[in-house]
């Protein structure tokens, strides 16, 4: 087999690509807390810390074919799948324009069908069965496609992530589960999830592969979903990933996280970033230069600069619209 990692490494433009959404994740995620805190939008639920995983396993899939089901923190993922920046912000301000719910969901429910991001529910984990049940219905219709869904290790303890494996396993259907190893479940410590050592050692009760990687390292997330991507093509099953980061923020825009982790902790986890270890890799390659970065940081700052005036200006669903998607609705004859 080729060795993908290897190609990336020396595939210029896509390791760009990779950086610029990962920045742009990280600054659209820091802009919603400025909003927050100066009470335009309610709520913030935050991808930082995740953002090098979610990209580096978006790259690894198939975003023309591939069905996503991603939860909230999962905003990498949805603007590789081709939610824009504007949408990401009409969301956080509840407009009506919001592709996910028409502003009628929570912020970051993400949901749109012609990227083929499938719309999850406030309860942890449903997506997992979700999940499944789009791989069963690509088997089933000998399609070429395969379906990707995420969650946090809190969430590897809920029923449902059990039952999905569990079906998925039985049936070796097309299906990747990435457990985002954030080390907390709110204020609920690792330590306090778990007794077993990984999350990745849950897949061999259910027949499939198990791999833990770095999250922090964008080459062995690429890889171990790359590989996970060609087995669910080649008919071998799904695989379980566990991509080990840290939440930098706390939990949401509503939790205090002084109250159950040190500021040195949090520091500590900091000098970490994925981000900034991703961008030296491209210095050090001379791929990227100070002052390219600087002009991607300009365009994503105009990029979310528009965004935010957009959201901000745009109207909120029409009250003729309330019951849509709630009831049937009648066609037009
Ligand atoms: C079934 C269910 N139980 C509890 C909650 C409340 N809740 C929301 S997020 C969360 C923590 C989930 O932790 P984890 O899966 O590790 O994801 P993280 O937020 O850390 O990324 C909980 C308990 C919920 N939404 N659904």
Request: aromatic fraction near 8%; charged fraction near 25%; include cysteine.
């Amino acid at each position: 087999m080729v060795n993908q990692t290897y190609a990336l490494e020396t595939d210029k433009e896509t390791l760009l690509a990779m950086y610029r959404e990962m920045l742009l994740a990280r600054r659209i995620d820091e802009r919603m807390w400025l909003l927050n805190r100066s009470g335009s939008i309610p709520f913030v639920v935050s991808c930082q810390g995740q953002e090098v995983l979610q990209i580096a396993a978006s790259f690894a899939l198939n975003k023309e074919k591939d069905y996503v089901l991603p939860y909230y923190r999962d905003l990498g993922v949805v603007l590789h799948f081709g939610m824009t920046t504007r949408e990401i912000f009409l969301q956080a301000y509840a407009k009506g324009e919001d592709p996910n719910s028409g502003g009628r969901q929570m912020p970051s429910h993400f949901g749109q069908k012609k990227n083929r991001i499938v719309t999850g529910s406030s309860p942890v984990t449903t997506q997992v069965p979700h999940a499944v049940g789009f791989a069963l219905a690509t088997k089933m219709e000998k399609k070429s496609a395969v379906s990707f869904v995420t969650l946090g290790e809190g969430s590897s303890n809920q029923g449902d992530f059990h039952e999905g494996l569990n079906f998925a396993g039985v049936h070796k259907l097309p299906v990747i589960f990435m457990v985002e190893n954030n080390k907390y479940a709110i204020s609920v410590p690792l330590s306090k999830q778990v007794a077993c050592e990984n999350i990745a050692d849950r897949a061999i009760g259910y027949g499939m592969k198990g791999i833990k990687v770095d999250g922090n390292e964008a080459f062995e997330v690429y890889k171990a979903v790359k590989e996970a991507h060609e087995r669910a093509l080649n008919g071998e099953g799904p695989t379980l990933i566990e991509a080990v980061s840290y939440r930098l923020t706390p939990h949401s825009s509503d939790d205090d996280d002084s109250t159950y982790r040190t500021k040195d902790e949090v520091s500590s986890e900091k000098s970490k970033d994925g981000i900034v270890r991703f961008k030296q890799f491209l210095m050090d390659k001379g791929y990227l230069t100070d002052a390219l970065n600087e002009e991607l940081e300009t365009t994503i700052k105009q990029e979310i600069n528009d965004a935010t005036e957009y959201a901000e200006n745009a109207p909120y669903a029409d009250v003729s619209t309330l019951s849509n998607h709630v009831y049937g609705q009648k066609e037009d004859h």
